[in-house]
Structures are given as structure tokens and as C-alpha cells.
């Protein structure tokens, strides 16, 4: 519909286009061209000069609209013009309203202008890439969510070449966050994922331009876990595929930034504050890195250079640079959500910035889709959002280590925690919840031990173990229809154990028996259970006999999104 079927000419003001029509005595829309109601001739008395017989007319002065012209004739411009400003109350009010529509009118179609081209420019910055059937079609589901940060190391920008090769085009996964969402959002835990940990990558299915798919075949034995994206092929999906297997946790969705993304973000919501005990310098000439002891505000180049320096740092390798980085992500978490989101202009010139730098699934590859992500998030107070680094310990299989493999002892009770949604900072209150979660899963009537059908894997326990534990269970638990089946094809992050829904009673049967908690369960999709239960040992099993429980706590070094790093 054009302005003229809208109400308003080109140039005209809506409210003066309502004008009164004579015959009705009301007002009506008068479109420009259209021509004016006729006027209705007085009907006059010939009236000799002087008062009108009775006086002035009850309630007030005469009405100038009775009165004549000193000629004799009807009422001229001057007194229509009075005639308008003495319109009725009723009238008045209508025509205001009018007015007040069409400028409110106007606000509102520019504001939804405004909106779209935001929503338009924002969802044009978004990469996604199609990961296949790993991850959530849901932004965040009920329950527990599992996101990866990917940082990419790619070269190329203005100024990168300085961080390495600037012909790697497509990069490897650099610093990695694992950022686990508690089922009730009260409280997040993101786990820093070392670029040089020795780990397994899984064969994992890509989709190539053209629509079809490929397998990248997986790591020959371990590898460094930054290879899990950009070699051979692999997409992002393949990082979170290997740590699926790492952790033994489904992971949702993917968010990958670049190296630009943070000299952008840092700019964006106006620095970030660090603070140092010592001068930081990079005496390689690298980046050029030079801060001062105490505090500093840094941002664009200098942002990036001291996420990506380990130049002076105590062993000048990876695990102290994500310390750095931690304490980086936390400070601007706090500036973010002290500063930042107050502001309507900042919050968009930090989505501008992080979207032209973002690459993310298609689940959450939107900018409303984000911004769902975004408020969930946000409702989670810094005090609860726990930073740490995977537990490690030395390669043991390097003369003089460069790499490092999970800690065998801390790394599984770390898993542990996440998959069993305990959080690391309300530790009481999320192990009361597991319990529960698991009295309620374990509730339900048990299968006699003779009934019970298992096979039992070694899938990263003690070497020997599935065999001595089904000689355990043969001959202490009277479970005599249990098999051993050597090692698992793949090492697990945990014990579990896969059992059909008709199944149930004998997998609560076999949990009491061997102190599996709930979270060791794992239903499977197929109804019939015809063939065994599959048991599969991971680290976290000791011996036959000893309960498989989460811990209530793990001491590995971390800290709070909440916790300055400038005191004072």
C-alpha cells in the first residue's frame, strides 16, 4: 500500500488530512486531489442591527460562528480559522490522536527498519558449516548443554603473519574451551583443552561443497588434538567428535573464532583489563609484546598478542599461555556483563564484531538463534562459571616431553563431574541432584543375578581387568551368564554400561552388584534384548568389587569468571 492509501500524501502531515465535513459535522479523511465535502448554505433570518433578540445565548459569550461581516456576508477566512480552534473537545482530541498515531507509526517502521538491517547484517556475518548428525538441532535443550569453543589458528589477516605461517589458510584447532552448561543454568564450567595433548582422533563423516559426504579416516593411534580440525579435510565436526571421546560427553554445538575475532572483540567492548606481577616482554621480536607490571588495558593487536605470547612466562610453553588465557576470558566476562550489555550501541558493535570472525553449526546459525544462546548464558552469575585447564601430566612415551596426555587419575574425575552435571562451585547442592537422579533412574524392580546377561570390555581400565571382573562376577555375584571380550575397539572416558529399555531390570541388577552410578547407564535405542548387556570398563573402574562412583571433588588448579586479576 503506498502513503496515499496509508492516510498521508507525500509532504503532507497525516493529522491535517482529517478535516470536518460541514454536512456530518464529523471528520473525515481528505486525500490529496480529492475534493471538499460541499458547504451547506446558512439558512439566515434577516435581522435588524443590534443584540439578538434574548441576549447572548445561555452558558457564554455569542457564537462567533452566528455572527456576520460587516458587509452583510457569510463567515470569511479569518473566522473559519477561529471556527478550527474553537472545534469541539470531542474533535480536538481525535485529530491529536491522529497525529500522535502517525508519528508513533513512523517510529515504529523505523525502528523495524533499524532492526531489520542489523538482523540482516548480523546473520551476514555468520559462517555455519554442516557437521551432519553430531551435535543438537536445539539451541539449548533441557538439561545439561556441552558447547566448543574453537580457536583457529589461521594466519591470514592484517598483521597475523607474525604468529606464524601466513599460507595456512584453513588452520588447526588452537586454544579449545570445552564450556559445559548445568541442566538448571545455575552454573558453567569451561575446561581449557591443551592444543599439544596427545589424543585419538575418530574417523568422522564430513560434508564436502558439492553435498555429499566424506570419512576422514582417524589418527592412526594418538595424535595432538589440534589435528582434529584442518588436516585432511576434517571440519569442526570432527573436533567435537574427538572430544566426545575424550570426555565421554555429547556436545551440542561448535562456535570457531579466528585470530581477528580477538583484536575485533577486545576493540569492540573498549579493552580488557589484565594485570601482571612482572614486565611481560617478547624479546623474540615475534609480537612485539611489551607490558608493564601492574594493570593494563589491552586491545586489538596488543590483545592478541598476549593471548598468543609465551615469551617470559615460567616454562615459556602452552599450559602457561592458557593460563593467561583464562584469566583474559574472565576479565572481559566481567566487562561484558558490567558494561557492555547495559549499552544497546556497545552490545551491537560486539555482536558486529564477534559475527564477522564466527563460525558456528547450523543449529545455532542464526542471529536469533545466537542471541537464545546469549540470554541463557547470561543468566548464569560469574561466581558459578568455573575456568580450568583438562588435568595433564607428561608424555611418558618422549625422552624429553613436548606433548602432554590426560592425568590418568584427575583427568577421569574431571569427566566425571561434567557428565554426572556436578557443578565445581555448588557442590552440594548439584551432588544432592545426581543422587536423585539417580535413585530415580535405579528405581524400578531388579532381575535375579542367574538372569543377567553381560559382555564384559576393558575400554581404558587396568590391563586384565575385564577378565577379573567377570571371574568376580561368575563366582562372587552369582552373574554366571557373563562373558569377557577383551578390549573395547576405542577407549571410553568411563565405565558404562548399554543395555535395551526391556533390559532395565537387569541393568539395575548388575549396577547394584558393582556400585555402577547413574550415569554409567546408557539406554539403548534398540527395544529387543535378545543378546547381552555390554559392560565397558574405563579408568575410572579400580577392581571387580570396588564401587564406580563420581567424586565429590577434584583438586585440580581453577578458578572463578568472578576473580580480578588486579586486585584492589
Not at 456530518?24 to 480529492?34: I, K, N, S, V
Not at 458547504?39 to 452558558?59: K, M
Not at 579493552?271 to 611481560?280: A, D, R, S, W, Y
Not at 532381575?447 to 581387568?465: F, H, K, T
Amino acid at each position: 500500500m503506498d502513503a496515499q492509501g496509508r492516510g498521508r500524501a507525500e509532504g503532507a502531515d497525516p493529522a491535517d488530512q482529517w478535516v470536518l465535513n460541514p454536512q456530518t459535522g464529523d471528520y473525515e479523511l481528505r486525500l490529496d486531489g480529492a475534493p471538499a465535502p460541499p458547504p451547506v448554505p446558512r439558512q439566515r433570518t434577516p435581522q435588524a442591527p443590534g443584540p439578538r433578540p434574548g441576549g447572548p445565548r445561555p452558558g457564554g459569550p455569542r457564537d462567533r460562528d452566528d455572527e456576520q461581516d460587516n458587509d452583510g456576508t457569510a463567515d470569511g477566512p479569518r473566522d473559519a480559522h477561529r471556527r478550527r480552534r474553537d472545534l469541539p473537545k470531542r474533535s480536538r482530541k481525535r485529530k491529536a490522536l491522529m497525529w500522535t498515531g502517525g508519528v508513533m507509526g513512523l517510529v515504529l517502521v523505523g525502528g523495524s527498519a533499524f532492526a531489520y538491517y542489523w538482523y540482516d547484517r548480523l546473520n551476514g556475518n555468520i559462517g555455519t558449516v554442516d557437521i551432519g548428525d553430531v551435535g543438537s538441532a536445539a539451541v539449548l535443550g533441557d538439561g545439561p548443554a556441552n558447547i566448543l569453543v574453537i580457536g583457529n589458528d589461521v594466519r591470514t589477516g592484517e598483521g597475523n603473519e607474525a604468529y606464524g605461517n601466513r599460507d595456512n589458510v584453513t588452520g588447526h584447532a588452537d586454544t579449545t574451551l570445552l564450556f559445559h552448561v548445568a541442566g538448571d543454568r545455575s552454573n558453567a564450567t569451561v575446561v581449557s583443552i591443551p592444543r599439544d595433548l596427545m589424543t585419538e582422533i575418530p574417523d568422522c563423516e564430513t560434508r564436502q561443497s558439492d553435498g555429499s559426504t566424506k570419512t576422514i579416516p582417524g589418527s592412526q593411534g594418538t595424535t595432538r588434538f589440534n589435528e582434529s580440525y584442518g588436516v585432511e579435510g576434517r571440519d569442526p565436526g570432527c573436533t567435537m567428535r574427538t572430544v566426545e571421546e575424550l570426555t565421554g560427553l555429547d556436545v551440542d554445538h561448535f562456535m570457531m573464532f579466528d585470530f581477528n575475532a580477538v583484536k575485533t572483540l577486545s576493540t569492540a567492548v573498549g579493552g580488557v583489563e589484565v594485570c601482571l606481577e612482572k614486565p611481560l616482554k617478547d624479546t623474540s621480536g615475534g609480537t612485539k609484546l611489551d607490558l608493564p607490571a601492574g594493570k593494563s588495558t589491552i586491545q586489538g593487536e596488543k590483545a592478541l598478542s598476549f593471548l598468543r605470547n609465551r615469551h617470559g612466562l615460567k616454562n615459556e610453553s602452552d599450559l602457561d599461555r592458557i593460563g593467561m588465557q583464562q584469566k583474559f576470558v574472565a576479565s572481559m566476562l566481567r566487562r561484558l556483563k558490567e558494561d557492555t550489555l547495559s549499552s544497546p550501541s556497545k552490545m551491537l558493535d560486539v555482536a558486529d564484531a564477534a559475527t564477522k570472525s564466527l563460525t558456528v553449526d547450523q543449529g545455532i546459525g542464526s542471529a536469533p538463534k545466537l542471541l537464545t544462546l546469549a540470554r541463557e548464558l547470561g543468566k548464569i552469575d560469574l561466581k558459578n562459571i568455573t575456568l580450568m585447564t583438562l588435568p595433564v601430566v607428561d608424555n611418558p612415551d618422549e625422552p624429553t616431553p613436548v606433548t602432554v596426555v590426560p592425568d590418568p587419575e584427575k583427568a577421569p574425575q574431571v569427566f566425571s563431574m561434567l557428565q554426572d552435571d556436578v557443578s565445581f562451585t555448588e557442590v552440594k547442592k548439584q551432588e544432592k541432584k545426581a543422587k536423585d537422579k539417580q535413585a530415580a533412574l535405579l528405581n524400578g524392580p531388579r532381575a535375579e543375578a542367574s538372569a543377567v546377561r553381560v559382555d564384559v570390555l576393558n575400554g581404558g581400565g587396568p590391563q586384565g581387568a575385564a577378565g577379573e571382573t567377570v571371574a568376580w562376577l561368575q563366582s562372587s555375584a552369582g552373574v554366571s551368564r557373563s562373558a569377557n571380550q577383551g578390549n573395547a575397539p576405542a577407549k571410553v572416558a568411563r565405565t558404562q554400561l548399554v543395555y535395551a529399555p526391556d533390559q532395565a531390570d537387569q541393568a539395575r541388577k548388575l549396577a547394584d552388584l558393582m556400585g555402577l552410578p547413574a550415569a554409567a547407564l546408557k539406554p539403548s535405542a534398540k527395544a529387543g534384548g535378545d543378546g547381552p548387556m555390554t559392560l565397558t570398563l574405563g579408568p575410572d573402574f579400580k577392581k571387580a568389587g570396588v564401587p564406580v562412583a563420581t567424586p565429590k571433588k577434584v583438586d585440580v588448579p581453577q578458578s572463578r569468571a568472578d576473580e580480578k586479576m588486579c586486585k584492589g
